[in-house]
């Protein structure tokens, strides 16, 4: 038995190494580069009234801003981190290409906890500062019940070079976000 276990570990391990040396390391700065050209054509054609974020290079528009007092984003006080909310949201994912990948648009909208979405989510919905602490968030006050904004991201604070369903690697997104309910 102890023989079979050793055989079945030493095939997991060629496999899995076979496997990973088809995975090419994200280069963010390379990506970035040759995806600024793209995102800026897009923005000037689509976005026009967007700002841009330097820390992230994600631009960003503010709809509308939603319910100033429906949340306040707060730290964890045994980690430090902000606490993830849960949110419900209507939104459409796009390729720049304008092809839509994923959306929901139903009265209910969907519940997420934003701590298992993209980095991009995050960024658009905290706040630039949580208790003195920053956070790469794109607004002052971040995103509340109510708020609609549309993003356009770097593949880096998405799948980056990981082709996830109808999404290719290297792909930067435009997101339009409606936050039904924060909590």
Same mark, same amino acid.
């Given at each position: 038995?102890?023989?079979?276990?050793?055989?079945?570990?030493?095939?997991?391990?060629?496999? +899995?190494?076979?496997?990973?040396?088809?995975?090419?390391?994200?280069?963010?700065?390379?990506?970035?580069?040759? !995806?600024?050209?793209?995102?800026?054509?897009?923005? +000037?054609? #689509?976005? /026009?009234?967007? +700002?841009?974020? !330097?820390?992230?290079?994600?631009?960003?528009?503010?709809?509308?801003?939603?319910? /100033? #007092?429906?949340?306040?984003?707060r730290l964890d006080a045994s980690t430090g981190l902000v606490v993830s909310p849960a949110i419900t949201v209507n939104y459409t994912g796009k390729l720049l290409n304008g092809e839509v990948f994923d959306s929901n648009q139903s009265l209910t909208g969907v519940e997420f906890n934003l701590g298992s979405l993209v980095p991009a989510w995050h960024y658009a919905f905290l706040p630039k500062t949580v208790d003195g602490r920053e956070t790469w968030g794109l607004t002052d006050m971040g995103l509340k019940k109510g708020a609609i904004?549309?993003?356009?991201?770097?593949?880096?604070? +998405?799948?980056?070079? #990981?082709?996830?369903?109808?999404?290719?690697?290297?792909? /930067?997104?435009?997101? !339009?976000?409606?936050?039904?309910?924060?909590?």
């Open positions: 038995m102890k023989k079979l276990g050793i055989i079945v570990l030493s095939l997991f391990t060629l496999v +899995a190494s076979g496997c990973l040396k088809d995975i090419e390391p994200f280069d963010f700065e390379a990506q970035l580069e040759k !995806e600024k050209p793209i995102i800026a054509e897009y923005v +000037a054609a #689509n976005l /026009p009234g967007a +700002a841009y974020n !330097e820390r992230t290079s994600i631009w960003y528009e503010i709809v509308d801003e939603g319910e /100033p #007092n429906s949340y306040v984003y904004i549309r993003i356009v991201t770097p593949s880096y604070y +998405a799948y980056q070079n #990981n082709a996830h369903g109808a999404i290719p690697a290297n792909s /930067p997104l435009y997101f !339009e976000i409606k936050v039904l309910d924060i909590k």
